[in-house]
């Protein structure tokens, strides 16, 4: 039986401090939601010691958002697994748009980074999707297509969750079909070895499309940006209908 999954992710936004607020009013909301849903924090580096302590005993997982693909050396500003794992970290986002699009993520290097994520315990969220250009041009297909065979090399299919992320639906507003993101989600279903991994949507996920969003037969959680930042947003969403 797959998963259900929702995530959040907070990206460049919260201090420790806004951290623990967000925690004191978010964390009451859990106390009717399912016990067979996931619910993960993807948190700034800086704050998931803090956060880790604080959901001690909760039903709650921690994330990263980003892992590297060693384990130590001369990498300015990265992080790597034995770090994260050290202080809780269960989940991290691996190969996100933004990622891809500021960061030069490749393929190559979101391959290597599941990879090592893999190998020390964590369990990758690994982020596909095109732009607005992409799918205009009905390249949508394949692109994902090439994205699961590069990324997924050597990659342990039933240690990891894979989200669906349209680009142009990232932060815009702009949010995919419900009934198109659970064909393409589909879609992907058919590529993988495991049919059983999770498969998320993310792209302007809301509390207003919450529910019509996971009412879609393919679709197996959401990673939420924006409306993660917001305690009662996010436990809207968790507790979707």
């Not at 697994?81 to 996100?96: D, K, N, Q, S």
């Not at 748009?97 to 393929?107: A, K, L, V």
């Not at 090439?146 to 349209?166: F, R, S, T």
């Not at 959680?221 to 209908?241: D, M």
């Amino acid at each position: 039986m797959r998963k259900i999954v929702i995530a959040g992710n907070w990206k460049m936004y919260k201090t420790q401090a806004e951290s623990l607020e967000f925690l004191q009013e978010f964390m009451p909301s859990l106390e009717h939601t399912p016990e067979a849903r996931e619910v993960v924090l993807c948190a700034p580096f800086t704050a998931l010691s803090l956060i880790s302590k604080n959901l001690h005993g909760s039903r709650v997982q921690l994330g990263a958002q980003n892992v590297h693909w060693e384990v130590q050396g001369a990498y300015t500003g990265e992080i790597a697994a034995p770090m994260l794992t050290e202080i809780g970290v269960r989940y991290a986002i691996i190969g996100h748009s933004e990622r891809r699009q500021f960061f030069g993520e490749t393929d190559e290097t979101v391959n290597k980074r599941l990879i090592t994520a893999q190998a020390h315990g964590l369990t990758p969220i690994l982020c596909v999707g095109e732009t607005k250009q992409q799918r205009d041009a009905g390249e949508t297909e394949a692109l994902i297509s090439i994205q699961l065979e590069k990324d997924l090399v050597k990659v342990d299919q039933q240690n990891l969750i894979i989200a669906y992320e349209p680009i142009w639906a990232i932060g815009t507003g702009d949010t995919c079909e419900a009934s198109e993101a659970n064909r393409v989600i589909g879609l992907i279903r058919s590529q993988l070895n495991y049919p059983d991994t999770p498969i998320q949507y993310g792209g302007s996920v809301k509390p207003n499309n919450i529910d019509e969003i996971m009412a879609q037969p393919e679709i197996d959680g959401v990673l939420v940006g924006g409306a993660s930042l917001e305690p009662s947003s996010f436990a809207r969403i968790v507790n979707y209908q």
